[in-house]
């Protein structure tokens, strides 16, 4: 019996000390970025993105069809760019122009610089060839020398663009001629212009407005740089790149700077329309609408004050305090409407906790916050403690003793501890029943057989001593 209770009390014990320190998972934030505003201009792109270029975050300002799928065409030439920049330790290193180089274009109608078969040029002029003139033959040789094959410096390609976290992002040529399984979204392309954007080599390739080649001029085809393209020229506007064939329409990702405020355009798949009685490429004149756009419409204003409260919520086993209040960390200053009513922004904590548990510093990050604005989250901000609340050692015991024996396993456990103890309870009282009945019918037969040796009738005496 005692064996019996000693290994139900373990495995109780066991059960107990092995399931009480086990807790819910919190599910980790998985933020999607969205646009701020909506742009109330006119857009003929398919896709686009505006971006800000002067938060270290790159909010996105505006966009529409960013995870499209989408065919870059020559703006597959700013990877080619990095991926040779980041390969190539001596830009001045010269290479030959190999004949496969200038076949694999034949026929195809792509835009090339003229090389010849033996020309002898620098990476430097190459890589300008590829990002001021589009040079598709530039392209071919600079994967040959690069990834000793084109179709090795394709796969150093998409291995670049993944490592970037472009996931929906194929190539299949490093000059962007149309191939079905080589495509891309305007998001992928932003990031991948905005890593490219860090590297002072590609911004002097990508921003020079014309070169010298063989006694030609050749300018930039980000015809908004030209003051001779009247149509599309826009005065605050920097580099990077285009791109268009008949299946990727017009596309163009480009910089402008004006009064202090910088944006990048992503505009893919824009079309040809007849404007003003011209044929317009529409992907310069949606760039311009966008940053003309942002210029006009947003400005820099700080939407929260730091200390500004937010909410409350309870603590847990605090010393003269069972509540605290959350307030903003830092002054939120971010890009808003001009004729912004500050009374219609809203501050929502995002997955605040029901309760903080004591001891809690001043300043402690609790949760973030998103600020609202028309219906869109246009900044994020860290809500802390507004002030120090000290541990009551007392609550502390008395609610972990609370919550230890209100938790519905815990209680489980304690009946089914309480009905076994009962049941030995009862056995053993029955079984001691049992033996003080034994006991006592043993003793009444003992003493029954004491009397019957006691009756007189039985009685012997002593014999007699003879003298």
Same mark, same amino acid.
């Given at each position: 019996?005692?064996?019996?209770?000693?290994?139900?009390?373990?495995?109780?014990?066991?059960?107990?000390s092995v399931c009480a320190p086990f807790s819910a998972f919190a599910k980790s934030d998985i933020e999607k970025k969205q646009a701020?505003?909506?742009?109330?201009?006119?857009?003929?792109?398919?896709?686009?993105?505006?971006?800000?270029?002067?938060? +270290?975050?790159?909010? =996105?300002?505006? @966009?529409?069809?960013? /995870?499209?799928?989408?065919?870059?065409? #020559?703006? !597959? $030439?700013?990877?080619?760019?990095?991926?040779?920049?980041?390969?190539?330790?001596?830009?001045?290193?010269?290479?030959?122009?190999?004949?496969?180089?200038?076949?694999?274009?034949?026929?195809?109608?792509?835009?090339?610089?003229?090389?010849?078969?033996?020309?002898?040029?620098?990476?430097?002029?190459?890589?300008?060839?590829?990002?001021?003139?589009?040079?598709?033959?530039?392209?071919?040789?600079?994967?040959?020398?690069?990834?000793?094959?084109?179709?090795?410096?394709?796969?150093?390609?998409?291995?670049?663009?993944?490592?970037?976290?472009?996931?929906?992002?194929?190539?299949?040529?490093?000059?962007?001629?149309?191939?079905?399984?080589?495509?891309?979204?305007?998001? +992928?392309?932003?990031? =991948?212009?905005? @890593?490219?954007?860090? /590297?002072?080599?590609?911004?002097?390739? #990508?921003? !020079? $407005?014309?070169?010298?080649?063989?006694?030609?001029?050749?300018?930039?085809?980000?015809?908004?740089?030209?003051?001779?393209?009247?149509?599309?020229?826009?005065?605050?506007?920097?580099?990077?790149?285009?791109?268009?064939?008949?299946?990727?329409?017009?596309?163009?990702?480009?910089?402008?700077?004006?009064?202090?405020?910088?944006?990048?355009?992503?505009?893919?798949?824009?079309?040809?329309?007849?404007?003003?009685?011209?044929?317009?490429?529409?992907?310069?004149?949606?760039?311009?609408?966008?940053?003309?756009?942002?210029?006009?419409?947003?400005?820099?204003?700080?939407?929260?004050?730091?200390?500004?409260?937010?909410?409350?919520?309870?603590?847990?086993?605090?010393? +003269?305090?069972?509540?605290?209040?959350?307030?903003?960390?830092?002054?939120?200053?971010?890009?808003?409407?001009?004729?912004?009513?500050?009374?219609?922004?809203?501050?929502?904590?995002?997955?605040?906790p029901e309760s903080i548990d004591a001891p809690i510093t001043k300043g402690d990050e609790i949760c973030k916050a998103e600020i609202?604005?028309?219906?869109?989250?246009?900044?994020?901000?860290?809500?802390?403690?507004?002030?120090?609340?000290?541990?009551?050692?007392?609550?502390?015991?008395?609610?972990?003793?609370?919550?230890?024996?209100?938790?519905?396993?815990?209680?489980?456990?304690?009946?089914?501890?309480?009905?076994?103890?009962?049941?030995?309870?009862?056995?053993?009282?029955?079984?001691?029943?049992?033996?003080?009945?034994?006991?006592?019918?043993?003793?009444?037969?003992?003493?029954?057989?004491?009397?019957?040796?006691?009756?007189?009738?039985?009685?012997?005496?002593?014999?007699?001593?003879?003298?």
């Amino acid at each position: 019996m005692k064996k019996l209770l000693v290994l139900f009390m373990t495995f109780n014990i066991l059960i107990i000390s092995v399931c009480a320190p086990f807790s819910a998972f919190a599910k980790s934030d998985i933020e999607k970025k969205q646009a701020m505003y909506d742009v109330n201009e006119k857009i003929y792109a398919d896709s686009y993105m505006l971006i800000n270029l002067d938060d +270290d975050s790159f909010p =996105i300002i505006a @966009e529409k069809n960013m /995870n499209k799928k989408k065919y870059p065409a #020559s703006l !597959t $030439k700013i990877v080619t760019a990095m991926v040779t920049i980041n390969n190539v330790k001596d830009l001045n290193a010269k290479t030959k122009v190999s004949k496969a180089a200038l076949l694999a274009l034949a026929n195809t109608g792509a835009q090339v610089a003229g090389l010849e078969e033996g020309e002898e040029l620098t990476i430097d002029e190459l890589l300008y060839l590829t990002m001021v003139y589009s040079a598709c033959d530039a392209c071919q040789v600079l994967g040959e020398y690069v990834g000793g094959t084109v179709e090795n410096f394709v796969s150093m390609m998409n291995d670049w663009a993944k490592s970037l976290g472009c996931e929906h992002t194929n190539f299949v040529n490093p000059d962007g001629l149309h191939d079905d399984n080589h495509y891309t979204t305007a998001a +992928d392309m932003a990031t =991948i212009t905005l @890593e490219a954007m860090k /590297n002072e080599d590609f911004m002097r390739y #990508s921003t !020079t $407005k014309s070169i010298q080649y063989k006694k030609l001029t050749l300018i930039h085809t980000n015809y908004m740089l030209d003051r001779f393209h009247v149509t599309y020229y826009y005065e605050y506007a920097e580099g990077i790149k285009t791109g268009s064939t008949d299946e990727a329409g017009y596309c163009v990702i480009t910089k402008a700077s004006k009064d202090g405020y910088n944006y990048l355009a992503v505009v893919m798949d824009s079309p040809i329309k007849k404007l003003d009685g011209y044929d317009t490429k529409c992907s310069f004149i949606d760039a311009a609408t966008l940053f003309e756009w942002a210029f006009d419409s947003l400005k820099y204003s700080t939407i929260s004050r730091k200390n500004d409260i937010v909410t409350e919520i309870p603590v847990k086993n605090g010393k +003269d305090a069972d509540m605290v209040q959350l307030v903003v960390k830092d002054d939120i200053t971010t890009l808003v409407p001009v004729s912004l009513d500050s009374s219609a922004v809203i501050i929502k904590p995002v997955e605040a906790p029901e309760s903080i548990d004591a001891p809690i510093t001043k300043g402690d990050e609790i949760c973030k916050a998103e600020i609202i604005y028309a219906n869109k989250v246009i900044a994020n901000v860290t809500l802390v403690a507004a002030k120090t609340v000290e541990l009551s050692a007392f609550l502390k015991i008395f609610n972990g003793i609370k919550s230890f024996f209100g938790n519905k396993f815990v209680l489980s456990i304690l009946l089914l501890m309480i009905a076994g103890a009962a049941f030995y309870i009862l056995f053993f009282a029955n079984k001691l029943k049992k033996e003080k009945k034994r006991i006592a019918e043993k003793r009444r037969r003992q003493q029954e057989l004491d009397e019957e040796l006691n009756r007189d009738d039985d009685y012997l005496p002593p014999p007699r001593k003879f003298r």
